[in-house]
């Protein structure tokens, strides 16, 4: 399953890169949903793809479901990263397995680097830190380790 499947860029090569599989492609907005759905009729005729429009707190589909979610740059706009991951594991079978790929802000690069470029990024990550009580807004770099430990029975670490 890949949450947050937005336009489809990522959606179009997971077919390819798993043969056979049968990929349910969830995202809260239905245009962009369309807009994924024409991109891999285009681009990947021969997918087997679901298509659900939906918040990916609340998916509709039983525990366990999935054997493997995808997400790619979706945590990052997440209030709370960490409830999302909570919810998509509960969607994963016992077991499975789950790739995350997210920016890392941490490493924001300015060029010239200037103190106000500096200060926009901090107080950004500071003021949603604080108002959203997040552990961390940089989900690229820090994803929480001590979500799946109930799943594969030990912790696993943010590559
Ligand atoms: C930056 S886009 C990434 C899209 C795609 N994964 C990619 O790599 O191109 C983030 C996507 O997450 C979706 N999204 C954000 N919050 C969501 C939520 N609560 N439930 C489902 N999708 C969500 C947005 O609609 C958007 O399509």
New binding site residues.
């Given amino acids: 399953m890949e949450?947050?499947?937005?336009?489809g860029?990522?959606t179009v090569h997971l077919p390819a890169a798993s043969a056979g599989v049968l990929l349910t492609a969830?995202?809260?907005?239905a245009q962009?949903l369309a807009a994924a759905r024409a991109r891999v009729a285009a681009k990947a005729p021969a997918a087997d793809v679901t298509w659900h429009q939906g918040?990916?707190?609340r998916l509709p589909f039983r525990d366990g479901a999935f054997d493997h979610v995808f997400?790619?740059?979706?945590l990052e706009?997440?209030p709370d990263p960490e409830a999302?991951l909570a919810a998509l594991r509960r969607v994963l079978r016992p077991g499975g397995t789950i790739t995350v790929i997210d920016g890392d802000h941490g490493s924001a690069f300015f060029h010239p680097q200037t103190p106000a470029a500096r200060r926009t990024i901090e107080r950004g990550r500071r003021g949603n830190q604080a108002r959203r009580r997040m552990r961390t807004r940089l989900p690229g770099r820090e994803l929480p380790v001590d979500l799946m430990p109930s799943s594969s029975g030990r912790p696993v670490p943010g590559r």
């Fill in positions: 949450a947050g499947c937005g336009v860029a990522q969830a995202d809260l907005s962009s918040d990916l707190h997400l790619c740059f979706v706009h997440l999302g």
